[in-house]
């Protein structure tokens, strides 16, 4: 669980020094701009939905891995029946608490970094996750997060999520240009740990993607991207 832990610190150090734009870093760092970022996740919801090529009806009881400050949350809310919305990071859970208190049906998670423990098996329809698993160092935590979606879906459920499968994209930033946004970072004009495990993360295997999904009792539908930082996945849920 030392893995899980030092994921747990990055991100509350993250939501600290600006939650918004470690969320979506498309951003202006330390002057995010929430209208954009509120749309930001409409429209990333919608994209993710439309590459994986499903979408969600209002009886469907949703997880979502790794929801940051609830950008998506919402949609989903609004979309579905309930929301169990989890993430590694306290502080996250926190603001998205802060920023989002008028969603009644969203049960708000602090997680163990690599397991849905505290959802039942076989209690969702859906399982959702997008930009988390791209930033997770080890992509056996991934994998177990797989597993543990094939768990928790009931029959005939499915999930839509993103993984990295382009390796190039999580080498640490060196050089010149490394030690300069080192130096504006250090003086708050740039994002801090950008060379930083939990941020660089890891990219996944699709060989051992479709290994633990088949090991969960899923099968991959659809694959979107691959060989790419944003390759979207949806896997189903056999029948019992
Ligand atoms: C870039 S943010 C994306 C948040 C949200 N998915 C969105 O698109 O708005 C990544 C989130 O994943 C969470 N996260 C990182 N590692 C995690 C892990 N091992 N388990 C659960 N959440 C994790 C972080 O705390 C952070 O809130």
Redesign the pocket.
């Known amino acids: 669980m030392a893995t ?1 832990d030092r ?1 747990r610190r990055f ?1 509350d150090q993250r ?1 600290e020094e600006d939650a918004f734009y ?3 870093n498309r951003l202006a760092y330390g002057a995010p701009d929430l209208e954009r970022f509120w749309a930001g ?1 409409e429209a ?1 919801m919608a994209e993710l939905l439309r590459q994986a090529g499903t979408s969600i009806e209002p009886g469907d009881d949703i997880v ?6 609830g ?2 949350t919402r949609v989903l809310a609004r979309e579905g029946a309930s929301v169990r919305a ?4 306290p502080r ?1 859970i926190e603001l998205a608490r802060k920023h989002n208190p008028a969603l009644a049906n969203v049960e708000w998670i602090v ?1 163990d ?2 397991t849905l423990a505290g959802v039942d098996f076989q209690s969702a329809d859906v399982c959702v ?4 698993f791209q ?2 160092s080890d992509p056996l ?1 991934t994998l177990a ?1 797989v597993r543990e979606i094939g768990r928790v879906l009931r029959p005939g459920g499915w999930a839509a999520f993103q993984v990295s499968n382009d390796p190039a994209v999580h080498q640490p930033q060196r050089g010149l240009r490394n030690a300069v946004n080192r130096i504006r970072a250090s003086a708050r004009r740039a994002p801090r740990g950008q060379a930083h495990p ?1 941020w660089c993360g890891s990219y996944v295997d699709l060989d051992d993607l479709r290994a633990a999904a088949g090991a969960a009792g899923m099968d991959i539908e659809r694959l979107v991207g691959e060989g790419t930082q944003y390759c979207i996945a949806l896997t189903r849920k056999r029948a019992a």
Do not use: N, P, Q, T
């Open positions: 899980a994921a991100w939501a470690f969320v979506d996740g990333d979502e891995i790794g929801c940051g400050v950008r998506l989890l993430d590694v990071s996250m997680g970094g690599a996750s997008h930009v988390v930033h997770i935590v997060y939990d």
